[in-house]
């Protein structure tokens, strides 16, 4: 059974940071691309961030493109997420998203939802 439980999320100042991490288990780990979605009330879900099984193809969504890093550890099963320069608009519901396949595209879970397995989410507030 796929689990994915999601640490990490908190209260930040703006420019601050925060890195949340993931930690899978139930599954191959090393042989699943992973993804990063956030959902606030007004804007829905949104993709962040997608990485493949090893690491070496990822993808950012241009809100965070410079300012977050998505990084993973096969060896221990974690996913993260490296949050800098942390924006108001940054405020969601971070959720980790296991793939279906190894290789990844942009936003291939919100295009493709039923494909993917969720975590409970955390929530990250950036405040003034």
């Known amino acids: 059974q796929v689990q994915l439980v999601e640490l990490g999320g908190g209260l930040a100042q703006v420019g601050g940071s925060l890195r949340l991490s993931c930690a899978a288990s139930?599954?191959?780990?090393?042989?699943?691309?992973m993804s990063w979605a956030r959902q606030t009330p007004g804007k829905g879900l949104e993709w962040v961030t997608s990485?493949?099984?090893?690491?070496?193809?990822?993808y950012y969504d241009d809100s965070v493109k410079g300012r977050f890093t998505v990084s993973r550890d096969n060896a221990r099963n974690v996913l993260y997420l490296q949050m800098n320069s942390l924006k108001p608009e940054d405020t969601a519901l971070y959720y980790c998203?296991?793939?279906?396949?190894?290789?990844?595209?942009?936003?291939?879970?919100?295009?493709?939802?039923?494909?993917?397995?969720w975590g409970q989410g955390t929530q990250v507030t950036v405040v003034s």
């Open positions: 998203a296991k793939e279906s396949t190894p290789s990844t595209a942009p936003a291939t879970c919100l295009l493709r939802p039923d494909s993917c397995s």
């Open positions: 139930g599954f191959a780990f090393s042989s699943s691309a």
């Open positions: 990485i493949d099984s090893d690491g070496s193809e990822i």
